[in-house]
């Protein structure tokens, strides 16, 4: 029995849809998201915090898929913003996105960008370095603006992940060291300065984790550092953010754990180490990206040539590849996958899903047993939604997809795909003379 919802076609179906219809509808490579698994996984975090008599923000982090209809989804579910750029921020303001809800990220954030969220007033800036610091000294003077922060901090914490994207461990380019003294150097640069207003210490350990240790280590060690502040100047943080991370079942190998779990471990041990003392309870702000649109998100294709190597494998390829999924490429990430308008086909053979980049090295799926293919088949990968779309680019000249949304049987364009015109539209013609 399929797990995936099918029609009476033996069609796979998303968020109620004919997914071939789509893939005709609106062409191929084309990403589908289902807003009712974004709404629920949302609405879980929110839920949460709540049920543990927390305050709270549950900040999207935006890169895992940014556009103005997801931030405005996102504005619906009350939860707060993400962004770790003028790019990100600019398409936020235009979404209409609450200025006061967003937090602004980066190791290397420029004046421009800056003053950008400076003038939208927005609610939080995490603060990376020293340098950092500095510009906003002279910015929030220069302005006669105050400005609500976090420090970012490294808690030396290595979550189980793939090596790229572990960011809490002491070798980090992000943040402030929490234990050879950094952070309370920061600490000593901001905390009665006129304009910065200190909120608390932020810190996020990786990504794709399904163990909740690590992110109890890190609000053990954040919170101590907190607390710490509090006796030795009797200042009181009043936000502690732990960032995102949590995992999410790429395929069957992956056990993550429910997204509640990991926010009840948490706040368990911030609330048992303040329980302590005379320290009040701070608001725990938490990052998810990937474990809000990760697997809400699909990938269609369109199912073209066929290769075999005798003895080897046989090679699928698809109208897409790492252009609009890197992430097989770069991280040797494994994806599970579908031949949309052959669910109900049992003989299967195994196939290799080969992109169309001019790369040896685009492949999306290594190895997966699927029906018998041909070609105008529609291929659909799941749990794209997250890195995929946002990590998109137009190598090899390939026009970026178009975005779907679906929910409880409509569709609408979130994202038209790009067209020729687009490929050349920031060209110029040549105007040197030629000697
Ligand atoms: N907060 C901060 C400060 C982050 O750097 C990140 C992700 C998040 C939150 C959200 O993490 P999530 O909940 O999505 O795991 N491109 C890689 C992932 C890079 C993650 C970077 N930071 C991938 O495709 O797996």
Known sequence: ???????????????????????????????????????ERARGFNNTFKEQ?????????????????MYQVMKQENLSLDVVSAGELFTAIKAGF???????????KSKEELLLALEHKIGCIVVDNF??????????????QKVNILLRVTPGVEAHTHDYITTGQQDSKFGFDLLNGQADKAFQEVYQHDYIHLLGLHCHIGSQIFDTIGFKVAAEKLIKKMIEWYNDYGFQCSVLNLGGGFGIKYTEEDSPLEPSVYVREMIIVVKDLVAETNFAMPEIWIEPGRSLVGDAGSSLYTIGSEKEVPDVRKYLAVDGGMSDNIRPALYGALY?????????????????????????????????????????DILAMF??????????????????????????GKHQLAVRRETLEDIVHLDLPLTLEKE
Do not use: W
């Open 131 to 144: 340098y950092e610091i500095e510009l906003l000294k002279t910015l929030t003077k220069e302005h006669g």
């Open 53 to 69: 008599n927390v305050q709270a923000q549950v900040a999207y982090a935006s890169k895992a898929f940014s556009s103005v209809a």
């Open 383 to 408: 749990c794209t939604g997250a890195y995929g779309y946002s990590m998109a680019s137009n190598y090899n000249r390939l026009v970026r997809p178009a975005v779907v949304f679906v929910e409880n």
């Open 98 to 108: 609450p200025v006061e809800r967003i937090h602004f990220h980066g190791n290397n």
């Open 336 to 376: 599970d996958a579908v031949i949309a308008n052959k669910m109900d086909e049992t003989n299967v053979e195994d196939y290799t899903i080969a992109g169309k980049c001019c790369e040896s090295g685009d492949k999306l799926i290594e190895q997966i047993s699927l029906p018998k293919a041909e070609p105008g």
């Open 1 to 39: 029995v399929s797990k995936h919802a099918v029609n009476e076609k033996g069609h796979l179906l998303i968020g109620g849809i004919d997914s071939t219809e789509l893939a005709k509808t609106y062409g191929t490579p084309l990403f589908v998201y289902d807003l009712s698994l974004i709404r």
